[in-house]
């Protein structure tokens, strides 16, 4: 099969059989137009064969026969409505793929320089030049249609979000691929280490400990395109930016984090950073965290917890620890009451970890609030107010005084990811749990906070998520299965007191996924090693190990190749395939 690629969204060929079906389905396209009338030579194979086959494929099927020489504005009309309703991206063809490809320059005419048309036909292999007249007078006659080319740039991998996921998808990519062009789309200019802001309220870190430059954290060769994208087309293989330009890929890898609902909780918002109101949350605020636990020496301090899922599960008590510790080595943690507000009902949700975390709240003397969700804060008046479920279900409003009150805020998908067709019913990127694959859509995957796996959501979850999607996102290039499978691993350094750490790493299903050795760390245990890792080592673990493709400790376990995957290239299917062991 001779495929000409003219935009990320369309090939062309001349005839295809319908032993050719396959092929081009594990290639990634998800539709097939047929722009040759029945019975225009013997050869020609029966369209009707073809039908089954593309069906037998889960393709997309549509006939729109022109006659050579004779195509029609009609025809080009026809043709660019079947593009905005079909599935991509498509393979057109006809006896050499001639008219498809003139279809669609006459159809991209009311939206594309004429110029733009004929290069790219050109570079398909198509030399339309013959076409300029009526091309010249098409250019920006018509309204654009809906679904319609728009002018557009293309690249092999297309990465949204330039966090902690995105560049380290990029750099393990690069690893493996060192000329691959890849695009990240990233609007920020800054990109922080969000680890570090627990040390910051903690009186460890400054908070530009915490920030690099985006510039200096793109790996070399990676285009960076400062805009955020608005919306998904994954039918067309498109995403759409801010400004309506599209950006076509042969994969897409989504990265762009959660959000922080903080406009959730009444009046939060207004009162962040006065009153007594703080978070590690937001890069600005840690460090007035840390400011009021040195003003603080006697009063109320409240932390809270929202529902789950929330970035690093354990941050919120991280917090807490420390702001106690401090207490403790002022002496003033007796003329303090101090209340852990918790949306869920434990203190962690890894059972192992509960009895460490128990030592330490009585020893500080923390007052434990399960189900306790916090919905307002006024902070003038220094109250509180939580939603609070008893244990006949039933809901009341509790309204708590406070001095010092660190909020942990809710949490979901990015708006532009809840709204997309990527979705999943609860807003986040679906992916398979293990290939981190879409299921829908076999050139899009999605790594960190943003993905659906029910990993914990950390950096270190990240650091053994990017070489899975950097294994399968060229496997899927070369139109192979993924068989690069993550295990769900995520850790949390939980601060206990300044200088020890309980390092809890686990995976699916809350199986424990220690790195290291009981002897030298006892993740159940405090461990002071554990926290000159993070003070120390973790940093540069992030900045130099997994921003750079050192993929330490983070080597993707493979599924063994399958004989199909092998032998028959149709069995390989570039869509949604689960691994299976
Ligand atoms: P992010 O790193 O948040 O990056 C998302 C990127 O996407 C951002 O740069 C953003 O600008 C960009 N973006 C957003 N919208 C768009 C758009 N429309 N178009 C293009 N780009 C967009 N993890 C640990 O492993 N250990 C810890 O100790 C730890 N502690 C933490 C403590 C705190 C206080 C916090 C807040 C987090 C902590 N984490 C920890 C969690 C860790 O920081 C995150 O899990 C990790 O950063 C997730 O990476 P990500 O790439 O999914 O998202
Ligand atoms: C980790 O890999 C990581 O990201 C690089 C973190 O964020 C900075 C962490 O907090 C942790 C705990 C890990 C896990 C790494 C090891 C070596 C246990």
Not at 176 to 199: C, K, S
Not at 303 to 314: D, E, L, N
Not at 321 to 348: H, K, P, Q, V
Request: net charge negative; charged share 20%; with cysteine.
């Amino acid at each position: 099969m001779d495929i000409h690629r003219i935009t990320p969204g369309l090939s062309v060929a001349p005839q295809i059989a319908p032993a050719d079906i396959g092929l081009a389905a594990s290639q990634g396209f998800r539709s097939i137009v047929n722009n040759r009338p029945a019975g225009e030579s013997e050869e020609q194979p029966a369209a009707d064969a073809i039908r089954e086959a593309a069906e037998a494929h889960g393709l997309d099927y549509r006939e729109i026969p022109v006659v050579s020489g004779q195509v029609t504005d009609a025809d080009a009309a026809e043709f660019s409505k079947a593009l905005g309703e079909m599935k991509g991206p498509v393979l057109a063809f006809c006896r050499t793929g001639t008219r498809s490809a003139t279809l669609w320059a006459l159809s991209s005419a009311p939206l594309l320089s004429v110029e733009a048309i004929l290069e790219a036909t050109k570079a398909a292999g198509y030399d339309l030049t013959a076409l300029r007249p009526r091309l010249d007078k098409l250019e920006g006659a018509v309204a654009p249609v809906a679904g319609g080319f728009q002018p557009q740039v293309a690249h092999e991998v297309v990465i949204v979000g330039g966090g902690a996921g995105g560049i380290a998808a990029a750099a393990s990519l690069l690893k493996r691929q060192p000329d691959l062009d890849i695009a990240i789309v990233e609007p920020r200019a800054q990109h922080y280490y969000q680890p570090g802001w627990t040390l910051v309220g903690g009186g460890v870190f400054e908070r530009a400990d915490t920030m690099k430059p985006m510039a200096d954290v793109m790996p070399k060769g990676v285009k960076w395109v400062r805009a955020a994208v608005a919306a998904f087309d994954p039918a067309r293989s498109e995403v759409v930016l801010e400004d309506g330009e599209r950006l076509g890929y042969r994969a897409l890898i989504c990265a762009p984090g959660l959000q922080l609902d903080w406009n959730k909780v009444d009046g939060l918002s207004e009162t962040l950073g006065k009153n007594g109101v703080t978070s590690n949350y937001r890069f600005d605020m840690a460090p007035y965290t840390w400011k009021l636990v040195q003003s603080l020496d006697r009063g109320k301090a409240i932390f809270t917890q929202p529902p789950m899922p929330i970035k690093c599960a354990g941050a919120p008590q991280k917090a807490m620890y420390l702001s106690a510790d401090a207490w403790s080595r002022a002496g003033t943690l007796g003329d303090m009451e101090i209340e852990f507000c918790n949306a869920g009902a434990a203190l962690f949700g890894v059972k192992e970890y509960v009895p460490a975390l128990m030592n330490y709240v009585e020893r500080y003397g923390i007052g434990l609030s399960f189900q306790h969700n916090l919905t307002a804060v006024d902070g003038e008046a220094k109250t509180a107010t939580f939603a609070v479920t008893g244990p006949d279900g039933e809901t009341s409003t509790v309204e708590k005084r406070f001095d010092m009150l660190h909020v942990c805020p809710p949490q979901s998908a990015p708006d532009f990811i809840k709204s997309s067709p990527l979705a999943n019913a609860a807003g986040w990127v679906e992916v398979s749990p293990e290939t981190l694959q879409h299921p829908r859509f076999g050139d899009v995957f999605a790594l960190g906070d943003a993905c659906s796996a029910p990993n914990a959501k950390t950096a270190a979850a990240v650091r053994k998520q990017a070489p899975v999607v950097a294994t399968n996102v060229l496997a899927a290039l070369k139109g192979e299965a993924p068989r690069a499978v993550y295990d769900g691993y995520g850790s949390c350094p939980l601060t206990v007191e300044r200088g020890r750490i309980v390092l809890a790493e686990f995976g699916y299903g809350g199986k424990l996924l220690p790195s290291f050795p009981r002897w030298l760390v006892d993740s159940q245990q405090p461990s002071r090693l554990a926290w000159l890792m993070k003070e120390k080592m973790f940093p540069p673990l992030y900045w130099y190990g997994m921003f750079k493709g050192r993929e330490w400790l983070a080597g993707p376990e493979m599924l063994p190749m399958t004989p199909a995957a092998h032998e028959a290239p149709e069995a390989c299917d570039f869509g949604p395939t689960q691994p299976q062991r």
